[in-house]
Nanobody, 124 residues
Framework: QLQLVESGGDLVQPGGSLRLSCAAS????????IGWFRQAPGKAREGISC????????TYAGSVKGRFTISRDNAKNTVYLQMNSLKPEDTAVYYC?????????????????WGQGTQVTVSS
């Protein structure tokens, strides 16, 4: 059974950068499309990025496009989210999730396996 573990969350100043990692265990990650989601306090969870199983296509929410980059290293069984030019409104718990399909989906319900989340706080 696939398990996902996020890491890399931290407290960072506005304008700073972080790289989040989503590591898989027990099952190879290269059959799944992987998405990153986030949930800020008092807000609904939102999808922010997704990468296909081959890594040849990616999607981004408008709020992060141009600042965040998703990538994957299937040899390391890990997906990354590079976050640059961070803003206070990026503060949230960040989750990765796997979809048992080669392509991404805009529907949160299409992702069946979720990690426990990692906290990102952007504040001076």
């Amino acid at each position: 059974q696939l398990q996902l573990v996020e890491s890399g969350g931290d407290l960072v100043q506005p304008g700073g950068s972080l790289r989040l990692s989503c590591a898989a265990s027990r099952v190879t990650l290269d059959i799944y499309a992987i998405g990153w989601f986030r949930q800020a306090p008092g807000k609904a969870r939102e999808g922010i990025s997704c990468i296909s199983k081959w890594g040849d296509s990616a999607t981004y929410a408008g709020s992060v496009k141009g600042r965040f980059t998703i990538s994957r290293d299937n040899a390391k069984n890990t997906v990354y989210l590079q976050m640059n030019s961070l803003k206070p409104e990026d503060t949230a718990v960040y989750y990765c999730a796997a979809r048992n399909h080669p392509l991404c989906s805009p529907k949160e319900g299409d992702f069946g396996t979720w990690g426990q989340g990692t906290q990102v706080t952007v504040s001076s």
